[in-house]
């Protein structure tokens, strides 16, 4: 491990409980995005369903990291997006009979609104005991782990009847276990993981489970995040895909010369 990860490691283990709530506010307000434009949105075209669904978390991830460092609250910052994607559902909701051949149009304007009522006005700026800046590096890659997973479900949600419970539903298994986690190293192994299997378009429910068990092996040995990917690809990770399920007994023999 060479000296900027074991700064990260500092970092991540004595900030954890931080990074964790603010993580796990992320994770609520992303869910909470996901179900309130279930319920408020309807005969929606597939195409302008995942556009409208896939630009408004990002625009609300932005607005999130933006206030956060820049307010330096959690519970602000919670506030302020909440009231983004409602904003954004209710501009959608009252243009979402244009024709569709201005999709782009009509959600670059509602990301513009939601822009212009959060992150363009004065953001109010509340001292706190944590350094916003030293752990969002950390932050920026547990998101990037969720927003994997989620853009992953997007590009499969006919499978799933056009809703958003089985996301929600495992997602939270997932950051159950997830908050055992203890170093920032295997934070980047997980991610490891998450993007081999998506790759290999491996079944999203089978893939919580798996990451679930891999947590649990990493949280008992050091595995190197460098050599991971490598490791997955000389020895045919995705032949373990073929199996009804994958437990940890398994990780650890497919693991166990890593």
Same mark, same amino acid.
């Given at each position: ?58 625009? $609300? ?31 959608? #909701? ?9 999709? %782009? ?11 212009? #009522? ?6 109010? +700026?509340?001292?706190?005991? $944590? ?24 590009? %499969? $949600? +006919? ?41 290999? +378009? ?57």
């Amino acid at each position: 491990m060479n000296l900027l990860e074991q700064k990260d490691d500092t970092i991540f283990f004595e900030n954890k409980e931080y990074i964790y709530k603010f993580f796990i506010k992320y994770v609520t307000l992303i869910n909470d995005f996901l179900n309130y434009s279930i319920n408020n949105q309807t005969n929606l075209e597939v195409n302008f369903f995942k556009n409208y669904i896939y630009n408004g978390f990002k625009a $609300i991830t932005n607005i999130f990291k933006i206030t956060l460092l820049q307010s330096c609250n959690i519970d602000y910052t919670y506030e302020i997006t909440q009231k983004s994607f409602i904003d954004y559902n209710e501009f959608i #909701r009252q243009i979402n009979d244009i024709d569709i051949t201005q999709i %782009n149009l009509t959600t670059t304007d509602a990301i513009i609104f939601i822009y212009k #009522r959060s992150v363009f006005k004065d953001i109010e +700026h509340i001292k706190n005991d $944590i350094d916003i800046h030293n752990i969002m590096p950390i932050l920026n890659e547990l998101i990037n782990i969720h927003n994997t997973l989620l853009l992953y479900y997007i590009e %499969n $949600i +006919h499978l799933y009847e056009f809703n958003f419970d089985i996301f929600t539903k495992h997602i939270y298994i997932l950051i159950e276990t997830f908050l055992s986690v203890s170093s920032f190293n295997n934070v980047k192994n997980i991610l490891c993981i998450i993007n081999y299997c998506t790759l290999n +378009h491996y079944n999203f429910q089978k893939l919580i489970y798996l990451l679930i068990n891999f947590i649990k092996y990493i949280n008992v040995k050091k595995v190197d995040n460098n050599k991971v990917t490598n490791y997955l690809i000389k020895n045919n990770f995705s032949n373990y895909f073929k199996l009804m399920t994958i437990d940890n007994k398994q990780i650890n023999k497919f693991f166990i010369n890593l």
